[in-house]
């Protein structure tokens, strides 16, 4: 039996990095699953390797910036599973800019996908965990939700603003057995950075030899890998952490601590 044997889980931004991670770890620890994610293409292929591990696994494409898409998740998880225990809101975007030089488009954006979509699939999903007995919801934030960096201005708003909606949320639902807490992952290597144009960098070597010198600020000398954050993820949703509740989880490597 594993940590999440019998659970259904929903995963928003499943398709790579931190967020696939998770849904793999998941389905290894028997949850049954909805992957969500804007790119179809990697979103059956996920699918398809979590059904390999013997549980189920439903993709459905999804910008989640739109309230229709985060609705459709939300049914599409209760007609196929009739429940919700987990939902780890993963989908985000990283911005960056001052105050002066973000853009209305760029703010909108951030809010968006980091802060609006996240309440919103809280808000469709804690009904249905009332109705249950329970639940619990894992937050993506940041190591930037308790501090401030240079030159992200939308971004650190954005992730600050779920550290508050995580404690928020479990004042306001703790009588109810849902849990609610945020992972706060520091710099992760995620595998999309190595896609063709995603960086200036011509190939992966250059791009990891750029990760290895910009991480010299990190107390571990290095940045983090997805299955780092992911393993953090599992704890939070997990009856592991049965007590604890409003909780912003660092994993950043001791970044922090300086």
Not at 130 to 152: E, H, L, M, P, T
């Amino acid at each position: 039996m594993g940590k999440l044997s019998g659970k259904v889980a929903i995963i928003t931004g499943a398709t790579s990095g931190i967020g696939k991670a998770a849904a793999l770890l998941f389905a290894d620890e028997g949850a049954d699953l909805v992957i969500t994610g804007r790119r179809a293409e990697l979103g059956k292929a996920v699918e398809a390797e979590i059904r390999q591990r013997g549980v189920r696994c439903v993709f459905v494409q999804a910008d989640h910036a739109q309230a229709d898409d985060c609705s459709r998740v939300v049914e599409r998880t209760l007609a196929e599973f009739n429940r919700v225990d987990i939902l780890f809101n993963n989908a985000g975007i990283v911005t960056g800019g001052t105050a002066e030089t973000t853009t209305d488009e760029v703010w909108n954006e951030t809010l968006a996908i980091n802060v609006t979509a996240v309440w919103r699939m809280c808000k469709l999903v804690i009904p249905h965990m009332k109705r249950q007995g329970g639940g619990v919801i894992v937050n993506n934030g940041s190591d930037w939700s308790v501090v401030a960096g240079r030159d992200a201005f939308p971004y650190v708003a954005s992730k600050g603003a779920v550290g508050m909606m995580t404690k928020a949320m479990a004042l306001d639902f703790a009588r109810d057995n849902i849990r609610v807490n945020a992972v706060c992952p520091g710099d992760t290597f995620v595998d999309r950075w190595l896609e063709k144009g995603y960086f200036e960098y011509s190939d992966p070597v250059s791009l990891e030899q750029a990760m290895k010198d910009a991480s010299a600020y990190i107390p571990m000398g290095r940045f983090g890998k997805p299955e780092e954050i992911a393993r953090a993820v599992l704890f939070l949703a997990s009856d592991d952490s049965s007590f604890v509740t409003g909780h912003l989880l660092l994993v950043d490597g001791g970044n922090t601590a300086q």
